[in-house]
């Protein structure tokens, strides 16, 4: 890694512990700052603090001190997840003292090159298809940022000849000041997260911002179907690089029913690809643009095109069973993304839904729940899938308490060539800590039956 001196003797806040916390804590550690680190939880309950405090860091857990920046800090690194409107947060910000999340260190001590993913939907999928297009390339790319490694983490080991490919969420893209990556993309764009942020308009902002440190020799791959994405592409100064699945472009990839199309000529057959669904092509477009831009071999995009099946919890296939397909999509947490995933199939769907009830409508869903037979149904929002559904002209509707339930009466209701999917349309945490845990309890079920 890059010794920088930006944080020696500086005295550096850490706000919020979890995975991205203790790094940034020990990183700024050895890169010769005063780090103090400031958790919610109470110390007694937090090994992560306790170890933190025996390397020689000062910690202060359970509580958020009102007068906590009267310490004199020049930084302060935050966990994603902790909002703008945090008092002390917002103080810093008003006090002129610089606040970012741990991605913008990452950049700052990497020797590697960084490729930046970001959108609402697709972009783990996007990230881990580059990832293995790369990486059976023999290009050693490392992976890292949301999708569940920390990057200040990576970008310590990382060396100059490699790439670390990067999954970045608007509340991380939030945080940072000067990382530009050499290559980066947005899939899509989508009201989400608007619980974080103030507005869509401030959402947008955050994902733009994956690309506005960009110059003209990097590249910016978009989704020029979006007029919102194409509007922030003209404000990148990067070499823009438009994705489209609606037919050829003469500049860009592209992709109609048969053909993927790389600056207007045919490149890639379709029908061999393994990853259903008009929502995978965009993240496929992305990723084998970002291939062919890393000079990645077109046998090795084909080969991974044509066995790669998914990421686990993203319209995940599971198994086949008495000729039924289970598809696990628990990161559908959102109406539009149950909408992409119902929309990849032709066969006839039982439906697995439900969770937190944030009171979102369901009807960005309507326009794709004509092959849905039935619809099974749990959590808070019960009883709402389950009216949704009625105005739909869904036949049959079941309400149960929780996915095992779930999985055992959508196997009843299925008959043969039919697709059981979970792609829940909301949140987990009525239920589950998060949505990983919920998928991992419906391929139990599944593989219980």
């Given at each position: 890694?890059?010794?920088i001196?930006?944080?020696?003797?500086?005295k550096?806040?850490?706000?919020?512990?979890?995975?991205?916390?203790?790094?940034?804590?020990?990183?700024?550690?050895?890169?010769g700052?005063f780090?103090?680190?400031?958790?919610?939880?109470?110390?007694?309950?937090?090994?992560?603090?306790?170890?933190?405090?025996?390397k020689?860091?000062?910690?202060?857990?359970?509580?958020?001190?009102?007068?906590?920046?009267?310490?004199?800090?020049?930084?302060?690194?935050?966990?994603p997840?902790?909002?703008?409107?945090?008092?002390?947060?917002?103080?810093?910000v008003?006090?002129?003292?610089?606040v970012?999340?741990?991605?913008?260190?990452?950049?700052?001590?990497?020797?590697?090159?960084?490729i930046g993913i970001?959108?609402?939907?697709?972009?783990?999928?996007?990230?881990?298809?580059?990832?293995?297009?790369?990486?059976?390339?023999?290009?050693?790319?490392?992976?890292?940022?949301?999708?569940?490694?920390?990057?200040c983490?990576?970008?310590?080991?990382?060396?100059?000849?490699?790439?670390i490919?990067?999954?970045?969420?608007?509340?991380?893209?939030?945080?940072?000041?000067?990382?530009?990556p050499k290559?980066?993309?947005?899939?899509n764009?989508?009201?989400?997260?608007l619980?974080?942020?103030?507005?869509?308009?401030?959402y947008?902002?955050?994902?733009?911002?994956?690309?506005?440190?960009?110059?003209?020799?990097?590249v910016?791959?978009?989704?020029?179907?979006?007029?919102?994405v194409?509007?922030?592409?003209?404000?990148?100064?990067?070499?823009?690089?438009?994705?489209?699945?609606?037919?050829?472009?003469?500049?860009?990839?592209?992709?109609?029913?048969?053909?993927?199309?790389?600056?207007?000529?045919?490149?890639?057959?379709?029908?061999?690809?393994?990853?259903?669904?008009?929502?995978?092509?965009?993240?496929?477009?992305?990723?084998?643009?970002?291939?062919?831009?890393?000079?990645c071999?077109?046998?090795?995009?084909?080969?991974?095109?044509a066995?790669?099946?998914?990421?686990?919890?993203?319209?995940?296939f599971?198994?086949?069973?008495?000729q039924?397909?289970?598809y696990?999509?628990?990161?559908?947490?959102?109406?539009l993304?149950?909408?992409?995933?119902?929309?990849?199939?032709?066969q006839?769907?039982?439906?697995?839904?439900?969770?937190?009830?944030?009171?979102?409508?369901?009807?960005?869903?309507?326009?794709?729940?004509?092959?849905?037979?039935?619809?099974?149904s749990?959590?808070?929002?019960?009883?709402?899938?389950?009216?949704?559904?009625?105005?739909?002209?869904?036949?049959?509707?079941?309400?149960?308490?929780?996915?095992?339930?779930?999985?055992?009466?959508a196997?009843?209701?299925?008959?043969?060539?039919?697709?059981?999917?979970?792609?829940?349309?909301?949140?987990?945490?009525?239920?589950?800590?998060?949505?990983?845990?919920?998928?991992?309890?419906?391929?139990?079920?599944?593989?219980?039956?």
């Amino acid at each position: 890694m890059k010794h920088i001196t930006t944080f020696t003797s500086k005295k550096v806040l850490v706000l919020g512990l979890a995975k991205s916390g203790v790094a940034a804590a020990e990183l700024l550690h050895k890169l010769g700052a005063f780090v103090t680190v400031n958790d919610a939880k109470p110390f007694e309950e937090s090994p992560d603090a306790q170890d933190l405090l025996s390397k020689g860091i000062t910690v202060i857990c359970g509580r958020h001190p009102e007068d906590l920046l009267d310490e004199g800090f020049e930084y302060v690194i935050k966990n994603p997840g902790i909002p703008y409107h945090n008092p002390i947060v917002r103080e810093a910000v008003a006090n002129g003292i610089p606040v970012w999340t741990e991605m913008e260190l990452a950049y700052l001590i990497s020797e590697a090159p960084f490729i930046g993913i970001t959108g609402s939907n697709g972009k783990t999928t996007t990230t881990t298809l580059l990832f293995h297009m790369l990486n059976q390339g023999g290009q050693k790319p490392m992976i890292a940022g949301n999708i569940g490694t920390v990057a200040c983490t990576v970008a310590e080991i990382a060396r100059p000849e490699q790439v670390i490919v990067t999954e970045l969420s608007s509340f991380q893209l939030m945080g940072i000041d000067s990382f530009r990556p050499k290559i980066s993309i947005l899939t899509n764009l989508y009201e989400a997260h608007l619980d974080y942020h103030a507005s869509f308009e401030e959402y947008g902002e955050a994902k733009f911002a994956v690309t506005k440190n960009q110059m003209s020799e990097d590249v910016f791959i978009y989704n020029s179907d979006q007029p919102a994405v194409a509007a922030f592409a003209n404000r990148s100064n990067a070499k823009l690089l438009p994705f489209s699945t609606k037919g050829r472009l003469e500049i860009g990839i592209s992709a109609d029913n048969e053909w993927i199309y790389w600056m207007g000529e045919p490149y890639l057959e379709r029908k061999p690809i393994a990853l259903p669904g008009e929502h995978n092509l965009e993240n496929i477009l992305a990723a084998v643009a970002a291939s062919i831009l890393m000079d990645c071999p077109k046998e090795t995009i084909q080969h991974v095109l044509a066995s790669f099946t998914g990421v686990k919890h993203r319209t995940q296939f599971v198994r086949e069973w008495k000729q039924r397909k289970f598809y696990n999509d628990s990161k559908a947490t959102n109406t539009l993304a149950t909408k992409s995933a119902l929309a990849a199939f032709e066969q006839p769907i039982i439906l697995i839904a439900g969770g937190l009830d944030r009171g979102h409508s369901f009807e960005e869903m309507r326009i794709s729940m004509d092959n849905v037979k039935a619809i099974v149904s749990f959590g808070e929002t019960s009883d709402r899938l389950i009216d949704f559904g009625t105005t739909c002209g869904v036949k049959l509707l079941h309400k149960v308490e929780n996915i095992q339930q779930a999985v055992k009466v959508a196997a009843d209701l299925s008959e043969p060539l039919d697709v059981i999917l979970l792609s829940p349309a909301c949140a987990s945490w009525d239920q589950y800590a998060n949505f990983e845990l919920r998928g991992d309890d419906f391929i139990d079920a599944v593989f219980q039956i």
